[in-house]
C-alpha cells in the first residue's frame, strides 16, 4: 500500500534521512523506532507532506504522492497527528474532530455539506469522544484542556476522517503510562474496525511492544532494522545504536 | 421624541456598517489582512445594481443580481492578484488591497461619471408611524435584511462544515495548513463573502443616501467600526456597527446645531461643518486610549 523507496530529506547540509525504504501493508500497525535525530519524524513529515523529499519516491495506492499538499493526501486517505499538538485555542474539542471529518475525501451531498448534521455530532462523540475519555470535555475549547487530552483530540480528529493510512507522531509520549496503554488499546481497535494502516513513531518500547506488528528502527537517517519486535530487541545492530558499542 | 426618531435612522444605517464590516472582519480574521478595499466593493455593488436596473432589469432582481457578480469579483481579485502575493508580507498585501480600491474607484468614475447619482427606489416609497415616530420603507427594509443577513451569516459561521473551517483558520493558520485543510481555498471564499456583504450594503447605502463615488469612504467608517469592535469579533463588529450608527445620526440631528447655535452666539463662527464624520475617529481614540483590544476583542496572549 505504502511504498517509501531510497527518500532523502536535506537540509542544506544536513542529511536527515538518507535513502529510506518502507513497505507497509493495509491493516498492518508499523512502530518507526530509533534514537532521537534517527529521522523518524522527518520522514513522518515527507510521507504526509510537510516536506518534500530532495530524492526518492513515495507511492501510496499506486499513487506518487511526493510534493502532494497535506489537505490533498487528507482526501485520499492519508491522516497524520503531530508530535507537538497542532497548536489550535479557540476550537472545541468537537469542533477540532469535525474538522478532521471535513477534509476527508468521502463525498457527501451538498446539503449535509452546507447543514452539517446532529447525528453526525452523536456518532462522532459515541465513536471517538468517549472511547478516548473525552465525551465530557467536548464543548470545551481546546486551549483548556491538559497535555494528555488534546493528544487524544489530535488522535481522534485524526480518526475523523476515517483514514485508510494513519501516520502517528509519537502519540503517547508525556502521557501517564495507563492512559497511554489505553490510547495504544484503542489505535488497535480502529484498525480492527477500519483496516487500516498504521505507522507509529514512539519511544516507549513497552507501548509498541504491545501495539505493533513489526517494527523498524532506524538511525542516523537509515533503516538499520525491519523485523518482529522480539527479533529487534535482540538484534546485535540494534542494541549497538541503542547502547552503544 | 427627536432622538429616538434620529435612533431609528441610526439602527438602520449601522446595521448596514455592521453589513460591510462583518466582511473586513471575515478576511483579517483568516489571512490577517485588513481589506482597504471594503468601502471599494460596497460602492462597485451599488454602482452594478444601478447599471443593471438603468438596462431595464426590475431593481430587485438587479440587486440579486449585482450581490452574485460581487460575489464572484471578490474570488476573483483574491485569485488573481492576493494568491500570487502569497508569500508577500502582510503590509504589502494590504497595500495592494488599497490598490484595488483605487482601481475600482477609476473604474466606476470611467463608466459613471463623478455626479452624484438618482440610486432607484429598492423598496416602496413610503412610511409607517408607530407612536409619533415615522420610520420609512427604506430604513425599514435596509435594517432588516441587514439583520437577517448578519444573523444567517455568524449561523452560517458557527453551524456549518465551510463556517467550521473558516473558525479552524482563523484560529490557527498553519495548524489548519497541517491538518489537511485547504488554507488558500478558505481565504478566497472568506473574500467571496465579503465582496458579497459589501455589495449589498453598498446598495442599501445608497438606496437611502443617494449614490456617488463618495460611497467607497464607506470603508473609512468600517475601521473604526471593527477596531471598536475587538478586531476578531463578528458579534462585534455587529454591535459596534449598531452604536456608530446611532451615535452619527443623535450628532448629525442634536450635537451639530446645538453647537452651532453656542458658537453663533458666542463666536463668528457659523458652522462645524459634517461633525457626524468625525465622531467614529474620536471614539475610535478614546477606546484605544481606554481599551485597545477593542469591546469585544480579548488580549492576546503568547504562550511560551
Redesign the interface.
Known amino acids: 500500500m505504502l511504498k517509501a523507496r531510497d527518500v532523502t530529506v536535506r537540509f542544506g547540509g544536513v542529511v536527515a534521512v538518507g535513502g529510506m525504504s518502507i513497505d507497509v501493508h493495509a491493516g498492518e500497525i508499523v512502530g518507526l523506532i530509533g534514537p532521537n535525530g534517527a529521522g523518524k519524524t522527518t520522514f513522518i513529515n515527507a510521507v504526509s507532506g510537510?516536506y518534500v523529499p530532495t530524492q526518492g519516491t513515495i507511492s501510496w495506492r499506486d499513487e506518487d504522492i511526493v510534493g502532494h499538499?497535506?489537505?490533498r493526501?487528507?482526501?485520499i486517505g492519508v491522516?497524520r497527528t503531530?508530535q507537538n499538538v497542532?497548536?489550535?485555542?479557540?476550537?472545541t474539542v468537537l469542533?477540532?474532530v469535525?474538522?478532521?471529518r471535513?477534509?476527508?475525501g468521502h463525498s457527501r451531498g451538498l446539503r449535509e455539506?452546507?447543514?452539517?448534521s446532529r447525528a453526525d455530532d452523536e456518532a462522532l462523540t459515541e465513536r471517538l469522544l468517549e472511547p478516548l475519555g473525552l465525551a465530557d470535555h467536548r464543548h470545551s475549547p481546546l486551549q483548556m484542556l491538559s497535555y494528555g487530552h488534546r493528544k487524544a483530540v489530535d488522535i481522534a480528529?485524526a480518526l475523523a476522517?476515517e483514514p485508510d493510512l494513519l501516520l502517528l507522531d509519537e502519540p503517547v509520549a508525556g502521557v501517564a503510562p495507563a492512559e497511554a496503554f489505553a490510547l495504544a488499546g484503542f489505535v488497535k481497535q480502529v484498525r480492527d474496525l477500519l483496516g487500516c494502516a498504521v505507522v507509529m513513531v514512539e519511544h516507549k518500547m513497552d507501548v509498541v511492544m504491545s501495539t505493533c506488528d513489526r517494527v523498524v528502527v532506524m538511525a542516523e537517517g537509515c533503516k538499520i532494522f525491519d523485523g518482529s519486535g522480539e527479533a529487534a530487541q535482540s538484534d546485535a545492530e540494534v542494541r549497538r545504536v541503542y547502547l552503544g558499542d | 421624541m427627536f432622538v429616538l426618531q434620529l435612533a431609528v435612522a441610526g439602527i438602520a444605517i449601522g446595521s448596514v456598517y455592521a453589513l460591510i464590516a462583518l466582511g473586513i472582519v471575515l478576511i483579517y480574521k483568516c489571512s490577517g489582512v485588513v481589506n482597504f478595499a471594503q468601502g471599494g466593493y460596497a460602492m462597485l455593488g451599488a454602482f452594478i445594481t444601478y447599471g443593471l436596473t438603468s438596462v431595464g432589469l426590475p431593481s430587485v432582481i438587479a440587486l440579486v443580481l449585482a450581490i452574485a457578480v460581487m460575489g464572484g469579483l471578490g474570488a476573483l481579485t483574491q485569485i488573481l492578484v492576493l494568491r500570487p502575493m502569497l508569500k508577500a508580507p502582510v503590509v504589502a498585501v494590504m497595500m495592494a488591497t488599497l490598490g484595488i480600491l483605487i482601481t475600482f474607484r477609476a473604474v466606476c468614475l470611467l463608466i459613471w461619471g463623478p455626479d452624484q447619482i438618482g440610486f432607484p427606489a429598492l423598496f416602496p416609497i413610503g412610511a409607517i408611524e408607530l407612536s409619533g415616530i415615522f420610520m420609512t420603507y427604506n430604513y425599514i427594509a435596509a435594517f432588516l435584511l441587514s439583520a437577517i443577513l448578519c444573523a444567517g451569516f455568524l449561523a452560517f459561521y458557527h453551524?456549518?462544515?465551510?463556517g467550521?473551517?473558516q473558525?479552524?483558520t482563523a484560529?490557527?493558520t498553519r495548524?489548519?495548513?497541517?491538518?489537511?485543510?485547504?488554507v488558500s481555498n478558505q481565504v478566497t471564499i472568506a473574500w467571496t463573502a465579503s465582496a458579497m456583504l459589501a455589495g449589498l450594503g453598498g446598495a442599501l447605502l445608497a438606496s437611502l443616501n443617494g449614490l456617488s463615488l463618495g460611497l467607497s469612504n464607506i470603508g473609512l467608517v468600517a475601521f473604526p467600526v471593527i477596531v471598536l469592535g475587538g478586531m476578531t469579533s463578528l458579534p462585534g463588529a455587529v454591535v459596534a456597527g449598531l452604536v456608530l450608527g446611532i451615535l452619527q445620526a443623535v450628532t448629525d440631528g442634536v450635537l451639530t446645531p446645538a453647537i452651532e447655535r453656542f458658537l453663533r452666539e458666542h463666536t463668528d463662527i457659523y458652522s462645524v461643518g459634517t461633525l457626524q464624520q468625525v465622531i467614529p475617529y474620536a471614539l475610535l481614540v478614546l477606546v484605544l486610549l481606554v481599551r485597545p483590544q477593542g469591546i469585544f476583542g480579548t488580549k492576546e496572549s503568547e504562550?511560551v
Open positions: 510537510t499538499s497535506p489537505s493526501l487528507a482526501r491522516g503531530f497542532a497548536s489550535l485555542n479557540d476550537l469542533d477540532v469535525k474538522v478532521g471535513s477534509v476527508h455539506f452546507l447543514c452539517g480528529r476522517s | 453551524y456549518t462544515p465551510i467550521l473551517m473558525r479552524c484560529d490557527n495548524a489548519a495548513l497541517a491538518v489537511g485543510i485547504h504562550r
